[in-house]
């Protein structure tokens, strides 16, 4: 049975783990150590506020993160709107569990006043279609078209 929890401030392992997972979803491209050392993928091993599925182990996380103008995220659009990213491990993909942590986390930031949440998807990963169930568009001219966003 898969149980939610907040994601706690020492979980950066995990965070690694999951940033590690979503960039090498299409092909193997990056190693651990990349994601430590470079620095626009570096910044997602850490959140604001998050939450972890567990089944025996970590099995998803979905997490916030507010970025600057000067040293933004993928899918950044503005300061006062968080970036979201989501991991869900290989065998619990196709189950309802991205769905249910975007419903989670969609509601998390709703009670705390943000004014939206937006992400980056690449081209041809199938989230996107998860993404848009949930109302997240794309964030419109002057954006890569992988950045959506969900406005409160």
Known sequence: MTTLRPLRADEQDLLAQATLENINRAAPRYTPD??????????????????????????????????????????????????????VAEGHRGMGLGGQLLTEITALARQRGYPGISLSVEQGNPARHLYERHGFLPAGSGFDPGTLILKF
Do not use: N, Q
Not at 42 to 51: M, N, P
Not at 52 to 78: H, K
């Open 34 to 87: 990349d994601v430590l050392s470079t620095p626009e993928l570096a910044h997602y091993i850490s959140s604001d506020v998050g939450l972890v599925a567990e089944d025996g182990g970590p099995v998803g996380v979905v997490w916030l993160r507010f970025f600057s103008a000067d040293d933004p995220g993928y899918g950044f659009v503005e300061e006062s709107v968080p970036e979201l990213s989501i991991w």
